[in-house]
């Protein structure tokens, strides 16, 4: 028989005092006895409760109280911070507004985002993109925080909008906070929310503007109303996005998109209409039309979702004052007026009803008026851009009443134009694309420069920037200045150590002027011609031969005596036998021809060399018995010399008509223009790199340029000799065929203020395309379409607001004029007047009889 082996004894299992843990966990004892489990755990709470409830409770009460305020007052003082230094950018539209600028705008200021860590701690700025209206007036306006870097919006906006302009300002109330004394104010208004879930969009495209009815809403306010549209907006990302697109794909899948509203739904299941629609269990099915309806919103949910999006609240608010002894009833009835056209300001956003629609939220008026100024914006409903671009933009209507619009576009510089230095002339500022100084290299100057512009635009305070910088600088300049105003105000900011190279013929002064003596010359026949040509032009609608020939003839007989020839010995050489005897006499065996005219002249009578001579002898008395230009042209040698105020001088000719008469004054300025030009063709002997660079200024210019040669051919020669022509005017029909065309031609650099529309046509030719005639018509005051010469070659026009100049120096003019007046009695290198006079009285025969 085989033996069976005992069996092992039985050891402990691996484990066992795990089990048996486990077997006493508080998972067991529930498993096993539940109630008694729940039972167990709730005298476990009270014990405790009891035990340490009073301390531990008013500690976790003060803990969340304390992050409570403390989240608050954090997010608080971001709200301050970002909106400290806030400013407005007020915007002028265009004439033309395109449609998708505001698609353009918001998508470009998504890159206002901040990262992600940089939101949580210090929050993400917003903009209130703004209509405020008032009685008479429409204003658009962008509330922009300090955070944000200055000139990005203006930027933002001028590139979506291309013409429109932007005005910076600090950030003000948009309505008035309180009234004035004796007024009480009252408000209506209040916020515009989105009626379904936000994943569902508002209507985009329109075939009109969908503003309009917003615009026309407030129509009608009275003096002591205004109103206004806010529409606060931010870009955001990360956590709000992500909850955004999970409330959407609950809202596709037939869930409510809000926790709230899931757990009713629980309550009630499948009356969710989309619920029914995907359910499986044989319950009610849509019809085709709601099935048609659910599959649209899905398409334009998931198109909501692809663009990038805003955070935003719409808020309106009208406010009204009344007199604070106002009785109940009339601030009542009052009150029921705001209402009303709060109510017509709200239903005008009835337009943007699609797939969403906007509902009005009520706001306490105490509250309203606080709120639109703090432009405070928390969680909102986030919107596209196309829908935030529908409810922001410009209007697109060209006619909307009480809108400012901007007249011209505004057109940043070609690259190379110069900003500042020493050897430029400035110009302005940029009105476009970053702003920054423009001006003309004093190289490119010299192909001469031609403003235009009307009246009060703009055109004196440029001339007088450039001629002080060319003072600054060591560069000779001669001003020739018809009303006064661009002399005066040049001496009132000259610098005080240049008063010893200006030279002065002011007509109202009463100090003696210097002396320009217009028959002084190396060459005899071209200074007769000149100023011959000078009276002849000036008084072309009583000019004739006859009298040409005998101012031309006595001319040259007095540049043929000995001794400084007199433009006030003319009328005695033709009625002073003597005189004229005398003077005939002198002339040499080569004047033939003029002493034939004397003897023609000699033999007529009395009577009829009287009738002869009458034409000019008028002229000339008009001219000789003002003693300014007696002292000015005829009292002797010249003590100016224009080639050494060529050099580095300044000469300033103040020669206003109404002080002098239009036609002397036109007399005076063509006669420096004539010496000027004289003294610069003088510079041909001089080597051409020694040649200093000078500017001749002329304000209305068509006056004085009565030369006896062709205008293009003195401005193509002058940039030889170094003489920039600087041509102001108001319009082109001052100017004849001739000398516009030469100025059109010759003078290269245009610069033009507000034009006329029949001078836009004709002047838009150098500034197209960039600059059309229509902007050219629309220029505001001191803005200027500047169609410059770039190292020699045309460059594309931009647009630029002059400077003003800077503050008068108390006391200047007069130290300037002090000065002057020593430089006329004694200028260097001449004769003193004094001497001068005295030694042409014994010299020259001529002055005794």
């Known amino acids: 028989m085989s033996t069976i082996p005992a069996p092992l004894p039985r050891l402990p299992a691996q484990g066992a005092t795990s089990s048996s843990s486990a077997a006493n966990s508080p998972l067991t004892e529930y498993l096993r006895d539940p109630a008694g489990a729940l039972h167990a755990l709730l005298a476990h709470f009270q014990h405790w409760a009891l035990t340490w409830g009073l301390l531990v409770g008013p500690a976790v009460a003060a803990l969340a109280a304390g992050l409570v305020w403390a989240r608050w007052w954090w997010r608080r003082r971001c709200r301050h911070q970002l909106a400290e230094d806030a400013r407005l950018v007020q915007i002028l539209p265009p004439p033309t507004v395109d449609a998708e600028g505001a698609a353009a705008l918001w998508a470009n200021l998504v890159g206002l985002l901040r990262p992600a860590w940089r939101r949580m701690v210090t929050g993400q700025p917003h903009l209130a993109f703004e ?167 899905d398409r334009v949910i998931v198109a909501k979702q692809r663009g990038a999006p805003y955070d935003t609240r719409v808020r309106y608010g009208i406010t009204a004052t009344v007199p604070a002894t106002a009785s109940q009833a009339e601030c009542t009835r009052a009150s029921e007026q705001l209402r009303g056209r709060g109510h017509a300001i709200a239903s005008a956003f009835a337009a943007f009803t699609e797939h969403n629609y906007y509902r009005r939220a009520r706001t306490r008026s105490r509250r309203l008026v606080p709120l639109l100024a703090e432009r405070r914006l928390d969680d909102g409903d986030l919107l596209s851009v196309a829908e935030l671009a529908a409810l922001a933009h410009l209007p697109w209507d060209e006619t909307v009443p009480g809108l400012q619009r901007a007249g011209a576009r505004a057109v940043p510089p070609p690259p190379g134009v110069p900003a500042s230095g020493a050897g430029v002339r400035p110009i302005g500022r940029t009105s476009g694309g970053h702003p920054r100084p423009v001006a003309l290299r004093v190289p490119d100057a010299r192909q001469h420069l031609h403003i235009l512009g009307a009246t009060g635009s703009g055109k004196s305070e440029l001339m007088a920037r450039m001629i002080l910088a060319d003072a600054e600088a060591g560069r000779g300049a001669v001003v020739v200045d018809p009303k006064g105003d661009l002399v005066t105000d040049v001496l009132m900011r000259l610098p005080e150590e240049l008063g010893e190279k200006v030279v002065l013929f002011d007509a109202d002064s009463k100090s003696r002027p210097p002396i320009l003596n217009p028959l002084e010359g190396t060459d005899p026949a071209r200074s007769v011609d000149q100023l011959t040509s000078i009276f002849s032009r000036i008084y072309a609608a009583s000019w004739g031969p006859r009298t040409d020939d005998i101012l031309r003839a006595g001319l040259l007989t007095l540049r043929a005596q000995p001794g400084t020839p007199l433009l006030s010995d003319l009328p005695r050489l033709l009625t002073d036998a003597a005189f004229r005897h005398r003077a005939t006499s002198r002339l040499g065996p080569e004047d033939d021809i003029l002493k034939g005219f004397w003897s023609w002249y000699g033999d007529l009578s009395d009577a009829a060399r009287a009738q002869v001579t009458a034409p000019l002898m008028n002229k000339l008395r008009g001219v000789l018995l003002r003693p300014f230009v007696r002292a000015a042209l005829a009292d002797g040698p010249s003590t100016v010399e224009m080639g050494q105020v060529l050099d580095g001088g300044i000469c300033l000719v103040r020669i206003a008509q109404d002080a002098l008469g239009a036609e002397t004054a036109h007399l005076i300025g063509s006669i420096i223009v004539a010496r000027t030009w004289q003294a610069a063709t003088a510079r041909a002997r001089t080597p051409q790199d020694r040649r200093r660079d000078c500017g001749l200024y002329i304000d209305e210019a068509h006056n004085f340029l009565h030369l006896p040669y062709p205008l293009g051919d003195m401005l193509a020669e002058a940039r030889a000799y170094r003489l920039s022509l600087t041509l102001a005017h108001q319009y082109l029909r001052q100017l004849p065929k001739e000398l516009e065309e030469g100025i059109s031609t010759n003078a290269r650099t245009k610069i033009l203020f507000n034009a006329s529309p029949e001078d836009a046509r004709h002047l838009a030719r150098h500034t197209e395309p960039r600059l059309t005639a229509h902007d050219l018509s629309h220029l505001d005051a001191f803005h200027a379409a500047v169609r410059p010469v770039l190292h020699g070659a045309e460059a594309p026009a931009f647009t630029a607001v002059t400077e003003k100049l800077p503050p008068p120096i108390p006391g200047r003019a007069k130290a300037i004029r002090a000065a002057a007046a020593r430089n006329a009695r004694h200028r260097p290198g001449r004769v003193p007047l004094s001497k001068n006079r005295d030694r042409s009285a014994h010299a020259d025969p001529r002055r005794t009889r």
Do not use: K
């Not at 309180?178 to 569902?200: C, D, F, M, S, V």
């Not at 037939?254 to 269990?281: E, I, Y």
């Open 131 to 297: 209509y405020v209206f008032d009685r008479e007036t429409v204003h658009l306006q962008v509330w922009v925080p300090g955070v944000i870097p200055p000139g990005m919006i203006e930027r933002a906006v001028e590139s979506a909008w291309p013409g429109a302009h932007t005005r910076t300002t600090p950030a003000t109330a948009p309505l008035p906070c309180t009234a004035p004394n004796g007024q009480q104010l009252l408000a209506a208004g209040g916020e515009l929310r989105l009626g379904r879930p936000e994943a569902l969009p508002l209507r985009t495209e329109f075939p009109a503007d969908p503003i309009r009815a917003l615009l026309g809403a407030p129509v009608g306010l009275g003096p002591r109303e205004q109103a206004v549209v806010q529409v606060l907006a931010r870009p955001v990302a990360g956590r709000r996005v992500t909850r955004a697109r999970r409330a959407a794909r609950r809202l596709r899948a037939g869930q409510s998109p809000r926790l709230v509203s899931g757990l009713l739904d629980l309550a009630t299941p499948g009356h969710h209409p989309r619920s029914r629609s995907r359910s499986r269990t044989g319950g009610p099915v849509l019809d085709r039309q709601t099935t048609l309806a659910i599959s649209a919103e």
